[in-house]
T-cell receptor, first 117, second 108 residues
Framework: GAGVSQSPRYKVAKRGQDVALRCDPISGHVSLFWYQQALGQGPEFLTYFQNEAQLDKSGLPSDRFFAERPEGSVSTLKIQRTQQEDSAVYLC???????????????FGPGTRLTVT | RKEVEQDPGPFNVPEGATVAFNCTYSNSASQSFFWYRQDCRKEPKLLMSVYSSGNEDGRFTAQLNRASQYISLLIRDSKLSDSATYLCVVGAGTPLVFGKGTRLSVIA
């Protein structure tokens, strides 16, 4: 079946602009995760949804970052007043659930590469 | 101390060689362990979950040592196509914590 999809794949924003990044998880996957990956680093957790509920947003770096998943499927990560330090790849992942074992395996989308100029 | 630590490498090995990576984690409550593979400018892809009893998938073997809080990945008979960054991933519930990765280059 279809994997996780993300759009846009590339985004160039001028400093101060708002951006919205979309994630379409694997059908039937309850959990959805957003990560930020800087060059040469591993993915860093941003936030997590179980269905439409945002259960953990401890990784969001500032109040300029906001995520939603209103109907429990597609999710949007919004960054307001972008700064140069926001330049990174934003990865979305989904999993069947969070009970451990195979339910917990996360599958990633191709990412959105954001460049703030 | 970082939650998940890996040797960044690079490990440069000839085709056919056996190579092993270790990863240490700091949270003793961790319950979920994975190895992901990430190719340059691509997303991470799940390579294998790591179970307490250890597990093998073809040329890949993963081991977990809870007492010493490390996991390992062994790749036998390395192929050129194994060249990638290998990410160690550990979780005590949600969220998962990713290491920075170990870079492997398999050379002809």
């Amino acid at each position: 079946g279809a994997g996780v999809s993300q759009s846009p794949r590339y985004k160039v924003a001028k400093r101060g602009q708002d951006v919205a990044l979309r994630c379409d998880p694997i059908s039937g996957h309850v959990s959805l995760f957003w990560y930020q990956q800087a060059l040469g680093q591993g993915p860093e957790f941003l936030t997590y949804f179980q269905n439409e509920a945002q259960l953990d947003k401890s990784g969001l770096p500032s109040d300029r970052f906001f995520a939603e998943r209103p109907e429990g499927s597609v999710s949007t990560l919004k960054i307001q007043r972008t700064q140069q330090e926001d330049s990174a790849v934003y990865l979305c992942a989904s999993s069947l659930g969070t009970s451990g074992g195979a339910l917990y395996e996360q599958y990633f989308g191709p990412g959105t590469r954001l460049t703030v100029t | 101390r970082k939650e998940v630590e890996q040797d960044p490498g690079p490990f440069n090995v000839p085709e056919g060689a056996t190579v092993a990576f270790n990863c240490t984690y700091s949270n003793s409550a961790s319950q979920s362990f994975f190895w992901y593979r990430q190719d340059c400018r691509k997303e991470p892809k799940l390579l294998m979950s790591v179970y307490s009893s250890g597990n093998e998938d073809g040329r890949f073997t993963a081991q977990l040592n809870r007492a010493s809080q490390y996991i390992s990945l062994l790749i036998r008979d390395s192929k050129l196509s194994d060249s990638a960054t290998y990410l160690c991933v550990v979780g005590a519930g949600t969220p998962l914590v990713f290491g920075k990765g170990t870079r492997l280059s398999v050379i002809a």
